[in-house]
């Protein structure tokens, strides 16, 4: 039996073979004009040494920490689960995550927010039994701090991993090839799980890693980096990647950028709609669509634009386990489900009664072996009649027509006799007064409701709602429309609308 492969074998396999190949590249930022001068090339070699190197500090220090928290000598060292949180934008944080699982410690990873105090992360703390938390020292009590961005109920929670679960996911990620990419924040388990994956991958065929500046580039930003560094791959959540689309449209250097890259992965959620891939692939933009989550990793992608116009999902090369499953006898949405046999499937306290984890991710199967994603359990609504509305398509339907006068939209109303669709102004919308542009977007979108059932139709500009841009209550690192949230501030609204008493 092969040994289990770790992200840490998969660095001291390559580092010594390839010592001098170019693994990062590190933004250098000039303080007066806060743009980036150059990059500074890291080997390797250097890698693997400063992860050894901070592997001896963590291990010393939190060995200390261990004697004087009086721990049991029968209690193994591992059980003690440094918490690191940084800003997870640079290098460095990359290597301490290395690090502490070098010295024998279990991190888990936490992003850092704004104005919030401890009861943010007490579950999460509490439930993972950490023993240490490991803090950026400009990190201040002002902060506040949260783990996965799998959440239930408002809460985070932690995903056990296991030896096997990460052998599996770094074999999947290893047996394709893989091009240079840039990456994001890695401070949490949900964005650093996929940067973490890719970086392992990348890893493996010595590619070379290219950090931003922070955070999320600005679409001028990242043209600088493709056109300097020479980029062939990036992975992108589909918010961002829409800006940057909807700014090539206007300015040929963003196009030009753009369709020079080999791949663009977008990850961590749907597409906004067909006129954006219509687009890319007018434009010679290779879109690849990838799905996965937080717990099982990488499980359907695409072929990218460049091979096919519809850039349908399909399982990712070699053996696979996963499940389509039928919601129920009188649907033909799937449901992805991993068997507890599959690598991918998670710890067992995320499993279901019936053994298996369920995704509550759904998809349609359009040829044999191609998919499309359909959104999740929860963008089905039950309407008061008790028949389901996919509120995903009325959002794409919205996005795609009304792209040019409304910046993102959310539908809400679950228990109601039909949908509500909110819509966030954008920066030309003010020309509009509200009645004005609410009467603009049904204009637009009335074809398509026009043949939908009454319980999932907009059926006037009443039933349109407009709040200010920078408004919706968004996730921090996808900036993905939190719907429940929504819904609660519209409910006195909401009621209003179907009591006739607006």
Known sequence: ????????????????????????????????????DHWTDITFHQFLLDIEHLARYWFHVLKKLAIFLRVPRDIELT??????????????????????????????LINIFQN?????????????????????SPLTSQSIYQTSGTTSLGKSKIVPCSYAWLDGNVRKVTGKARSDSGNGSIGYIAQFVGMFR????????????VQYK?????????????????????????????????????????????????????????????????????NGINLVNAYGSTECGGLLIS?????????YLKRFPGPSFIKFIPISSDSDLLEI?????????????????????????????????????????????????????DTKAIEDNARSLCGDIISDCVVVGNGHPSPVLVVEACSVSPALDESKLKAEIYR???????????????????????????????????????????????????????????
């Open 198 to 209: 890719g970086l392992i991958g990348t890893i493996y065929h010595t590619s070379c890693m």
């Open 337 to 389: 489900v991993i068997p507890p046999e599959a690598p991918e499937c998670p710890d067992v306290s995320f499993r279901s009664s019936d053994g298996n984890y369920h995704t509550n991710d759904l998809f349609r199967e359009v040829e044999p072996g191609s998919y499309v994603f359909c959104g999740r359990n929860d963008d089905w609504f039950n309407m008061q009649n008790c028949s389901l509305c």
């Open 116 to 136: 919030a105090d401890y009861s943010v992360i007490q579950g999460s703390l509490e439930q993972a039994n950490a023993r240490a938390f490991i803090y950026e």
């Open 444 to 502: 637009r979108i009335h074809p398509f409701h026009s043949t939908r059932y009454p319980h999932e139709r907009i059926a006037s500009p009443d039933m349109i709602f407009v709040v200010s841009l920078g408004t919706l209550p968004r996730t921090v690192t996808k900036a993905t429309v939190r719907r429940k949230v929504i819904e609660e501030m519209m409910k006195e609204k909401l009621d209003k609308l179907f009591s006739g008493n607006v």
């Open 214 to 282: 922070s955070g999320q580039p600005s679409t001028s930003e990242l043209v600088d980096i493709i056109n300097r560094c020479k980029l062939r791959q990036l992975v992108l959540f589909p918010h961002f990647l829409r800006e940057h689309l909807r700014a090539s449209r206007t300015d040929p250097e963003t196009l030009h950028a753009l369709s020079s890259v080999d791949v663009i992965i977008y990850t961590g959620g749907g597409f906004v709609g067909d006129e954006e891939e219509e687009w890319a692939w007018k």
């Open 79 to 108: 059980s003690f689960i440094p918490r690191p949180s940084f800003r997870g934008y640079k290098y460095l944080d990359i290597v301490h995550v290395y690090a502490i699982s070098r010295a024998g410690y279990i991190p888990q």
């Open 303 to 311: 072929e990218g634009l460049r091979k096919s116009r519809q850039n």
């Open 1 to 36: 039996m092969s040994p289990l492969l770790t992200h840490l074998t998969n660095i001291e396999d390559v580092a010594p073979r390839f010592p001098s190949r170019i693994a990062f590249k590190i933004p250098q930022v000039n303080p007066q004009t806060d743009q980036i």
